[in-house]
């Protein structure tokens, strides 16, 4: 039924949740900010990093944002030694979906500095036929980066379907009728995640590959 598949990357891949808080929190420590809590840090994964924190910290500057912004970057790249496992059955069932045809990409609220990364530690570079950060389009829930994954791909809306585990991934679908799937094991509650009509919820990775199958 479809051709193209595409994956938000943390908390629907990586469980990379606690890496994330621990550098935001740390990140805001250094510069005195306010440090957000961890609720505060998981409800804005999945945005690009300047609007994740717009909304984590009201009101700051846009000078601050942009220190903010590297200061979370170096202790995620360098200091956080947090581990970011990826989640159970990923790498043998995205193997698969490849090898049965299916063009795979990804979509992310990552930079793309930060996508090539872990895609070169995971060893999954070779398996994402496509892949757009935050950085070379608008911060989800705008849809721009899908446009972009599907004109490159030229696939229409109708033979793709998006994967991931928080409501600006299902929103960003929406709003181009592209169908969806919801991860339960993520950043945001079913609950929250049902308010967009994604096909199914699962709550491990390989039932993707099963319902596809």
Known sequence: MYKLLIFDWDGTLMDSSQKIVSSMQQAAQHLSLAVPSCGAVRNIIGLSLEQANKIMIP????????????????????????????????????????????VLAVATGKSRRGLDR?????????????????????????????????SQAGIDVSDSLMIGDTSYDLEMAQQINMSSIAVSYGMHSVERLKIYKPLLVVDQFQCIEDWLD
């Open 59 to 102: 009101g700051i500057s846009a000078a601050d944002n942009r220190l903010l912004q590297r200061a979370y970057s170096e202790h995620y790249a360098k200091d956080d030694k947090t581990e970011t496992p990826l989640y159970k059955n990923v790498v043998s069932s995205l193997r698969r979906l490849k090898a049965k045809g299916y």
């Open 118 to 150: 872990v895609l070169d530690a995971t060893g999954l570079g070779e398996v994402f036929s496509l892949s757009r950060g935050a950085d070379e389009a608008k911060s989800k829930p705008d849809p721009l980066m899908l446009q972009q994954i599907l």
